[in-house]
């Protein structure tokens, strides 16, 4: 069952007047396995997930990466939750929300009866902290997504009234956002640090341990406060850099889930007797970020002309076997507001040269991008662009890094180029456009350094305009203008991939990519 049908279960009214809109492809699609059968789900068992890198860390309020964010959502849960196909909040730990006439004040009223794993009952004490330790990261964190939040008040043990600076449209979906999550306060008398090596929240599971590069594993929470589930004693996932031993390993058994199989294999696991290859609809975008701190990618006409020199659609068949579609957009098809944009960079190699002929390197450079050393995805993609710039005059040298070195390189812009790529947390475009295009909204522009006044003021204004026509104008203008500069090369959008064992039960992925293990259970 998903969570919004156990939303709706619970009979909150409020549903409804959560809902946000959405533009564009966003559905549930279904789950990866087929539905219980007459028996219905199944109690106990041990699910194991096998992933190529590992997570790195649990502090949910300066954690980027995936691959952390999907473990720390089973154990702390937000305020409101996102429905099974992506496009609306609703209600989670709060039941109830009113927002004042100034639409400056929100009351939200708490969930009764939902204790910590711990035994400790969730209050609006504990809400007030986590929103505020959010808050205060600031842009080292996801403390922008929490900018226009002026203070939070807890009015009484279930009432937290939350006060903005101005209006805010995307405030009830920021509060669903992972990083809002609800801890203990005063991270229940230990140091943030110690905190987050074993965390404790309201969710379906509980910390178990990490043994770094091999495994992170969470248990059953026995006291949950949900109607339904967790059905499964544990989950663990494991680090299988390997994409083929990973396949091997869901085919044989010994894991129940691959997580991202390599789209080389993907047709092959749905023709395997026993497994279950979807692709879920998604909300990412992969892209090519440009270093404006390092020359020449300060120069417009420089980042021009490598957009216009890639071939997007040439990269969709031999990345990732058809399964995707060529970027052209900052916002993908699956976020609310998405504007088809034809004006964006595409194929055409004399506007290419036509542009590096206006740039100030004219005659050519070298210069090199970074990728990630496990990642085949990033590998096809700068062997491709090597091929592609070498007819601008552009040589490219290729860098591999392994993941925490990437990332380190990348915080510190220690890099020319590197392949990235986003998902949406949320049903909203501001997580993405201000962490991407406001150079204090989280890690100086998705780490490009990349400042436009012009693109600045416009996300601002759609942030805090909450007329839906006005605002859609607004996110228009601003992925024409962030097109038109060149800010990042737009790769391509791309579905989810996974293989399950036909054991696997309730598995579902959700545009915005996560999944709520609670809902999953196995068949002998």
Known sequence: MTRSTRIRSAGIAAVAAVTLAACGGGSSGGSSSSAAGSSGP??????????????????????????????MEQIMEPLFTVSADGTKVEPWLATDYAMSDDKLTYTIKLRD????????????????????????????????INTAIDSVEATDDSTVTVKLKYPWAPLLADLSLFSNGVIPADYGGKTAEEFYQAPVGTGPFIWNEWKKG????????????????????????????????????VQGGQVDIDEFPDWSSFSSLKDSPGITATAFPSTRIDYVAFNEQKTPFSDVHVRRAIAYALDRESMVKSVLYG???????????????????????????????????????????STSITINAGDPNQASVAQIMQSELKELGITL??????????????????????????TMDIPDPDEWTSFAVDPEGGSHSAYTYYDNP??????????????????????????????????AAYLYYSPYAYATTDKVQGFHVTPLGNYHLEDVYKTQ
């Open 214 to 249: 091999q495994y992170v594993k969470i248990d059953k929470n026995p006291d949950y406060w949900g109607e339904k589930g967790p059905y499964l004693d544990s989950v663990t996932w494991t680090v299988v850099p390997d994409a083929n031993t990973r396949k091997l390993q």
């Open 42 to 71: 199944v109690e106990g068992g041990d699910l194991t997930i096998a992933r190529a890198a590992d997570i790195i860390s649990m502090d949910k309020t300066t954690t980027f990466d995936n691959n952390s964010i999907y473990v």
């Open 323 to 365: 399964n995707g579609s060529a970027a052209d957009s900052l916002l993908s098809p699956g976020t609310p507001y998405y504007a088809k944009n034809p004006d964006a960079p595409n194929l055409d190699v004399d506007k290419a040269k036509a542009e590096l002929a206006q740039s100030s390197a004219a005659g050519g450079f």
């Open 454 to 487: 012009e693109v600045i003021a416009l996300n601002k204004q759609a942030q805090a305009e909450t007329d839906d026509a006005k605002r859609a104008d607004l996110y228009q203008q601003l992925q024409e203008k962030t097109a038109s500069d060149a800010w």
């Open 397 to 422: 040298e290729i860098k591999t890094l392994d993941p925490t070195a990437l990332k380190q390189a990348r915080n510190s812009g220690d890099f020319n180029m590197i392949i990235s790529g986003w």
């Open 113 to 144: 009866g939902v204790t910590f794993s711990t035994g400790a009952p969730m209050t609006a004490k504990d809400v007030k902290f986590s929103i505020d330790e959010d808050t205060k990261t600031g842009a080292d964190g996801w403390g922008f």
